[in-house]
């Protein structure tokens, strides 16, 4: 599940390089100046860290970084959900940067943005740099690491939160329409006061249209009747006289002509269409006479129908359909949204957040003294005798999605000094040895395969560097460690030594690691020993702690 290996092509001063990383402790080491970071910023870089033209071996195009993992079940997780395929138990991050600063980034061959790097990326490595104590001074941080020691889920109180959060959203929008509402009610009852005097009705429109136009052109339409009715019936030469006779002269010759029978009936049938229209026109000229007084109220009528249709900015006949949707409007906000449902719905969530934060404040309270007092026994060993460390939970102004407390660090560095909080320690490599040994504290509940520490050992020496490597090589049992490192103390504890070396030549400067023999560490860590140069004496010692570790 950890980190298997690691390759680098034209990164820096690297032109290309592949190393095999096994489980336990390992140490890399190297002259100063040799590199020994760049597997580190490297690594960073493939799980997300900011892209920067500067990581681009000087002349070439671009860098390359590639990284194989085991796949740990957070990650395989995140990678089902993030619909990238994982076949077997194989994980391979890729990321290049050209020499425009410009980056890519793949995991399992699938394109992915820096930002799902980072996801991934905590999920599988965690790295203590030089300044890996300054997130002890946040304490948001300082909370997450309490959690996680005390196996605390707080899961349930962001979910109570969220829904407490949801349900004041819902009072205050609520409310807020509330207050508005009314105004809106005043004036949907003034547009529909004003409306109800007119009360037009679905089809009414087309109705008056109708009637306006026979009443504004009787006198043309009286005319075009009597004109009709007289060239039907009432004239001298009138149609229906004209079919008449055109049926008698064909009936006189039926007896020479059968045909002349269908002819003759379709002409009385002729003739009986012609009398019902003319009977219709009398009809009509009887009940049709000019009405100025209707007409007039008709004009009215259409007027204040343009009038209200131009106010509701609609076509007259869609007026009846809005009208309609107003009402609908008046009735919504006559059934106004119950507050009183939602205010007990607040105080409800805000009761189920309370008691569930409490409990969360209970098991932290619980679990605080037996952290304090691993990590301080920690420190002591790592030369701060007399050191304490201190966990305080203290009640939060107000509340907050993690529950209502504020967790913070203090540490005393020597005894007789009271514990201050750790933003508050002055000495880098006090803290550096805190970072360590909380990291020492916490090994077990830490949710990645792989810890990695980038020269945390700095400013220490003696017995306390030999603690410092007893403790990684005892983290590494239970995880894979890699530590940077420039103590001979430190690396002499390792499962495994990789060595980072420089060399110069005529094409430039080129780094580059190994994997040391047993004899080869011997060397290694004589060199380390003896600063200036390898002796007899510094071989001697070398030999003997790769021997007692």
């Known amino acids: 599940m950890s980190l298997q290996r690691i390759s680098l092509k034209d990164f820096v001063i690297v032109d290309e390089l592949a190393l095999d990383l096994g489980t336990g402790f ?12 760049i597997l580190i910023d490297a690594l960073q870089l493939a799980l997300g860290d900011r892209a920067d033209a500067g990581v681009v071996r000087e002349g070439q195009l671009r860098a390359e970084v590639a990284v194989e993992f085991g796949v740990p079940p957070l990650a395989r997780l995140w990678l089902d959900e993030a619909g990238i395929d994982c076949e077997g138990n194989e994980l391979l991050v890729r990321r290049t940067v ?29 790295i203590h740099g030089q300044h890996a104590w300054q997130g002890l001074m946040k304490a948001e941080s300082s909370r997450e690491l309490l959690d996680a020691y005390g196996h605390i889920d707080t899961q349930p109180v962001q979910a109570c939160w969220a829904e407490w959060q949801h349900a004041k959203a819902r009072l205050s929008e609520a409310e807020q329409a509330a207050s508005t509402g009314e105004a809106e009610r005043e004036r949907l009852l003034w547009q529909l006061a004003e409306a109800d005097k007119l009360a037009p009705q679905p089809g009414e429109w087309a109705s008056l249209q109708e ?11 009286t005319e075009a009747a009597h004109t009709a009715l007289g060239l039907s019936s009432e004239d001298d030469v009138a149609a229906l ?31 009986l269409l012609a009398e019902e229209t003319a009977r219709d026109l009398q009809a009509y000229l009887r009940h049709t006479e000019a009405d100025p007084v209707r007409l007039d109220e008709l004009e009215q009528r259409l007027n204040q129908w343009m009038s209200l249709s131009k106010r509701h900015r609609c076509a007259p006949e869609e007026l009846p359909g809005v009208l309609a ?45 037996k952290l304090a007092t691993e ?20 009640p939060l102004d107000k509340p907050q999605v993690s529950g209502v407390d ?51 050992d700095s ?91």
């Open 26 to 37: 390992t140490a890399l080491t190297g002259e100063t100046g040799a590199g020994k970071s």
């Open 459 to 549: 400013g220490i020496g003696g017995t306390v560097a030999h603690t410092v490597g007893q403790l990684m090589a005892r983290l590494g049992e239970g995880r894979q460690v890699l530590a940077v490192t420039h103590l001979a103390q430190v690396a002499a504890c390792a499962h495994h030594h990789v060595q980072v070396s420089k060399q110069a030549s005529a094409a430039g400067v080129r780094s580059g690691v190994k994997h040391l023999s047993q004899d080869e560490r011997v060397t290694e860590v004589a060199r380390m020993l003896g600063g200036s140069g390898v002796t007899q004496a510094s071989v001697a010692h070398a030999r003997e702690m790769l021997t007692h570790g």
């Open 325 to 369: 949707t107003l009402r609908q409007r008046l009735s919504a906000l006559d059934s106004a949204t119950d507050l009183d449902g939602l205010r007990a719905a607040v105080a409800m969530s805000e009761r189920a957040y309370a008691e569930i934060s409490k409990e969360i404040s209970a098991l932290r309270q619980s679990c605080k003294e």
């Open 241 to 271: 006289g004209l079919l008449a006779k055109a049926q008698q002269a064909l009936e006189q010759r039926l007896h020479q002509e059968p045909r002349f029978a269908a002819m003759a009936e379709a002409l009385a049938q002729a003739s």
């Open 211 to 221: 009637e306006h136009t026979r009443l504004a052109n009787v006198v043309s339409l």
């Open 375 to 394: 990590i301080t026994s920690t420190i002591q060993q790592l030369g701060m005798a007399g050191g304490v460390f201190e966990v305080q939970v203290t």
């Open 406 to 456: 504020r967790v913070e660090f203090l540490v005393a560095g020597h005894a007789g000094m009271s514990a201050k909080p750790v933003a508050k320690v002055a000495s880098g490599g006090e803290l550096s040895r805190l970072s360590l040994a909380i990291a020492v504290a916490t090994s077990q509940v830490g949710g990645c395969p792989t810890l990695i520490f980038d020269e945390v």
């Open 98 to 126: 050209d020499n425009q600063g410009r980056s890519r980034g793949w995991v399992n061959g699938t394109a992915v943005t820096a930002t799902q790097l980072r996801e991934l990326g905590t999920l599988l490595v965690d």
